[in-house]
């Protein structure tokens, strides 16, 4: 393939922009080579500035989950936009979508708004503190909650990527008060709260870790936090911004048949647009400004348009009763036909899998938790990211993230991402 054009705009970009880029995994750094420029994309397709075609399996990192410009998603944007693209004031349509999230997902009575997952993170960890009255957490190394201060503490995602899962710019005072245990490890957790009795706010958990690759909680292990935290009047968050509208219409609660005390959304929940989203039961939503003393707002929080591609996406997933069993099923064979042919050419992997995230590690055995991640032949991926780029299958270019599957993928498009496997395990 050409990345001819890619190259320029790249070069361009790297004058004006830090890193050329707004986000720092795009920069390809993990696999190196130039950054691909989207010039559009359709369904489960994107279409570079150079002319090719690739089928996508980042995503946006998850939002288009029915596969790019989704016509119903589109179109209440333009008919939104042609009304007014913001106000700072009440809309119905925050009411319209927040109905339909309390609807869709078990235990929430009430959600607020904001822009992305990493305010809705911040914002629920602020009021699970004004909540307890607590000032420490506990996240899990590898997890990654978005890039405020408190979360930059062994961080997952692009963090990893780069070797600064602790960013310079934190300050040892807000570091302190984050506690990190080890992904599945229950005994881990165990001392932390013995050792800060009294002091946890709450524990914050990607209930299906998928910014190290994706890593499924071990049986029991999400109940097993929940009855710490009932026990120790601690919060569960789970941070959904992944799971949430993706496994299943209640997210990773439904799925696990776990309850949070506060969930965080983020992706899905905006159709592609920036919206994320913080929810609990009334007893703990009821501590935000203004009904209560615990201060969160955004002048572009509940925006029409984002709202409008929000409603128009979870009415989508809400009125489709298949569509999470349609696209586990999509997953599952595109699991079983990448497994069949790495093990035909010896290609050492484990791959990790619930619902429609997937992740291929290039090393033997179980992927559980970050050092079991961190563990992956690095070189091997980069020969494989590279591979399938230009045999036209675009995955993230970082071993620390996830694949989603889009509904937009046929059996087709899946055969031919295998064959690109196949091509690539065919150089090894
Ligand atoms: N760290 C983000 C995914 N886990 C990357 C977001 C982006 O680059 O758009």
């Keep these: 393939m050409i990345y001819k054009r890619s190259s320029a705009l790249f070069a361009d970009a790297e004058r004006v922009i830090p890193g050329g880029v707004n986000s720092p995994v795009r920069a390809f750094k993990g696999v190196g080579g130039t950054p691909i420029f989207v010039k559009e994309a359709k369904g489960a397709y994107l ?25 119903p998603v589109v179109n209440a944007v333009i008919e939104k936009a042609q009304k007014g693209t913001s106000f700072g004031m009440p809309t119905e349509i925050e009411t319209q979508i927040a109905e339909l999230a309390v609807a869709m997902v078990p235990n929430i009575d009430k959600i607020r708004f904001v822009n992305s997952g990493t305010e809705a993170c911040m914002s629920a960890v602020r009021l699970a503190r004004g909540f307890t009255g607590k000032d420490k957490i506990i996240k899990f190394a590898g997890c990654y909650h978005g890039h405020s201060d408190s979360f930059l503490i062994q961080a997952g995602s692009g963090a990893s990527t780069f070797g600064t899962p602790n960013s310079p710019g934190v300050t040892k005072g807000t570091a302190k008060d984050t506690l990190l245990a080890n992904y599945n490890d229950i005994e881990n957790v165990k001392q932390l709260i013995e050792a800060n009795k009294n002091e946890i706010a709450c524990i914050i958990i990607e209930p299906v870790a998928g910014n190290m690759g994706c890593i499924p909680p071990k049986e029991g292990f999400l109940k097993a936090l929940r009855n710490l935290c009932d026990a120790n009047g601690i919060l569960l968050v789970f941070d959904e911004v992944m799971t949430g509208f993706r496994l299943a219409k209640g997210g990773a609660q439904e799925l696990y048949g776990i309850n949070a005390d506060i969930v965080c959304f983020g992706k899905v929940i905006g159709g592609g647009l920036p919206v994320g989203a913080f929810a609990a039961r009334n007893e703990i939503m009821n501590h935000l400004a203004p009904l209560g003393p615990v201060y969160q707002a955004g002048t572009l929080s509940g925006n029409p348009l ?8 979870l009415t989508e ?42 992740s291929v590690h290039f090393d033997e055995g179980e992927v559980i938790d970050f050092a079991t991640a961190a563990k992956g032949n690095n070189g091997t991926f980069k020969t494989f990211f590279h591979s399938m780029l230009s045999n036209g299958v675009y995955i993230a270019p970082s071993a620390f993230e996830t694949w989603f599957i889009t509904d937009a993928l046929s059996y087709e498009d899946l055969d031919f991402t295998i064959n690109a496997v196949h091509k690539f395990a065919k150089t090894m």
């Excluded at 050419?345 to 619930?354: A, G, S």
Aim: proline share 1%.
């Design 317 to 358: 997933l809400n009125n489709d009763v298949k569509v999470f069993k349609r696209l586990a099923e999509k997953t599952a064979y595109l699991h079983k036909g990448i497994s069949k042919v790495l093990i035909e050419n010896e290609v050492v992997h484990t791959i990790n899998r619930v619902g429609s995230m997937i």
């Design 47 to 71: 279409y570079d500035e150079d002319g090719n075609r690739l089928i996508d399996y980042i995503n946006s990192w998850g939002p288009m989950i029915l596969g790019h410009a989704h016509e």
């Design 306 to 313: 984002a709202m409008a591609a929000g409603l128009a996406m």
